[in-house]
């Protein structure tokens, strides 16, 4: 397996978007819920600020891809989307899909990288549950129920940062993890 950047080709961007349409096809409303708003999102993921990185198997044909936008002056990057094909999960792709952009974004002046989980179909103990008044109480006590993914990124360094209830309609919460992926700096720390 390679991992190369995800270009206008045109048989690698539907590859992309096929993928991404398979990996959220279990979303009640997933934006990607056809292939041409998911292959709207992978040239989107092109944006020349952002990274956007395809495994290829030893076929030439793309098994999982992740992208990543820069925020708060390139100082932080979201991982949107990441998708694994559902016949080649569990093999290191994603964790080494995760792991290039750490290392990309790092290299472009990244300090943090985060992504949002969704849970549409009660796969935490936060899903189908009202949240309110404290999130941040029932974050602390966060299980997984059904194999969401936020322990994959628990298992790759990143810590739940917050969850926004209700992101996705009732009970529906948007889950945030965050890994730092550059060394704090002394001096700005101690000032």
Request: charged share 20%.
């Amino acid at each position: 397996m390679q991992i190369v950047d995800l270009n206008s080709e045109e048989h690698l961007l539907y590859e992309a978007a096929a993928l991404l349409c398979e990996g959220f096809s279990h979303m009640f409303q997933s934006p990607w819920s056809d292939l041409q708003a998911a292959l709207a999102e992978a040239r989107a993921s092109l944006r020349p600020d952002g990274i956007s990185r395809a495994a290829l198997d030893e076929d030439g044909c793309v098994v999982g891809w992740i992208a990543a936008a820069p925020f708060y002056n390139g100082f932080v990057w979201e991982i949107h989307p990441l998708v694994v094909a559902g016949n080649r999960r569990g093999q290191g792709i994603g964790r080494r899909l995760v792991e290039d952009v750490a290392r990309l974004a790092a290299g472009r002046g990244g300090v943090t990288l985060w992504v949002g989980t969704d849970d549409e179909d009660e796969r935490t103990s936060l899903g189908g549950i009202d949240l309110y008044p404290d999130p941040l109480a029932h974050l602390a006590r966060i299980r997984n129920l059904k194999h969401h993914p936020y322990t994959f990124y628990q298992r790759l360094g990143f810590v739940l940062a917050g969850v926004l209830p209700d992101a996705n309609g009732f009970g529906k919460p948007d889950i945030f993890l965050a890994r730092r992926i550059a060394p704090p700096l002394e001096d700005t720390l101690s000032a």
